[in-house]
């Protein structure tokens, strides 16, 4: 790498080229911190045991309704008055939100409307309704979105959207499982199951509306988990042809450092793009753009400290393959 190429990008030099962190010394207090984040996760999405969502926000895709985006600006709007506005329609579970925000089309204050139609109502009937009363109240205003759901298509989309999640996360296992065997495979399955659950967890505490993007969000999410799970994986799998007397505690604190650079590099890279779609992509993609970051933190942490962890403790059987890394001089010999 010439001089040039070495400090066009100063900052990349905060990361360490070779680092030496024990880190399967803290395995197990990790471990139990990931475990009891797990179970966390599991309760707060399950709990109420309610369908189709539990604990989730589930957004218009999956629970039905309609849904209305305006621009209001620049008016003030009374947000209590609103509400008893379009209940005087006869519609229920009315919620606006958004009042005073910018909306990211035109920087204006922006409102979200969203309200569910009575079975014996017809809710394009009733969102045409809503709309004339609305300009009506208010004066023109912008109707930038209008979504309407109804109850048997939204189920059939959490269906769908469940069976993506459970055939993806099959698929990949049982790539996983043919690609490196038992331990490893056990080691990466769990690491993937952790992942999602957490992600789950993240969407049910801070209330995140749960749509097809999350769903979106969870499948990017598992690829991404897989692919830096194998990275470490891969070069466990090397270094155990390398070393076949290294303790494996040792063997696995090699491994993670010969790859720590490249995994937060990887990491940070995704994280800056993210960031930004985060700040200026809107609502429709500040739900994904928040999961997905977080996705790649707790795909980092699975990787070091549920993945690589397993296979110490389940123990592998080293093969008596050939040394595929070649000695180079007297030093590497030494």
């Known amino acids: 790498m010439s001089t040039e190429t070495k400090g066009f990008w100063p900052l990349i030099k905060l990361i360490p080229i070779k680092t030496n962190f024990r880190m399967m010394r803290w395995a197990k207090p990790f471990a139990l911190i990931s475990l009891i984040l797990c179970i966390g996760s599991i309760v707060i999405t399950v709990v109420p045991l309610t369908p189709p969502c539990g604990g989730l926000n589930c957004g218009v895709d999956f629970k039905g309704g309609t849904l209305l985006e305006i621009n209001t600006a620049p008016k003030v709007v009374d947000q209590k008055r609103l509400v008893d506005l379009i209940k005087s329609y006869g519609v229920n579970d009315v919620q606006v939100q958004g009042i005073g925000q910018p909306n990211a089309t035109g920087g204006q204050t922006a409102a979200n409307i969203r309200f569910m139609t009575p079975e014996n109502a017809n ?26 759901v109804g109850p048997s298509i939204s189920g059939e989309l959490f269906n769908k959207g469940l069976l993506a999640l459970v055939l993806g996360i099959g698929m990949m296992m049982t790539y996983i499982w043919f690609r490196f065997g038992r331990s490893f ?88 793009a993210l960031t930004v779609l985060a700040v200026y992509g809107g609502e429709a993609l500040f739900g994904f753009s928040i999961a997905m970051i977080f996705g790649i933190v707790v795909g980092t942490w699975s990787s070091f400290f549920i993945a ?27």
């Open 123 to 148: 809710p394009a009937q009733k969102m045409t309704e809503i709309r004339a009363a609305l300009t009506k109240e208010l004066g023109k205003v912008e109707f930038t979105r209008a979504d309407v």
């Open 185 to 272: 495979g056990l080691g990466a399955a769990l690491a993937l199951l952790h992942d999602v659950i957490l992600t789950f967890g993240l969407f049910a505490l801070t209330d995140m509306e749960f749509t097809l993007t999350a769903v979106a969000a969870i499948l990017t999410i598992i690829g991404y988990s897989v692919n830096d799970t194998i990275v470490v994986l891969d070069r466990v799998r090397e270094n155990l042809r390398k070393y076949k007397k290294m303790p494996m505690q040792e063997l696995l604190d090699l491994s993670i450092n010969e790859t720590f650079s490249r995994t937060i590099m990887t990491g940070v890279t995704g994280l800056m």
């Open 308 to 334: 690589a962890p397993v296979l110490m403790w389940l123990g592998v059987v080293r093969g008596d393959e050939d040394v595929e890394v070649q000695v180079l001089g007297p030093a590497s010999r030494a």
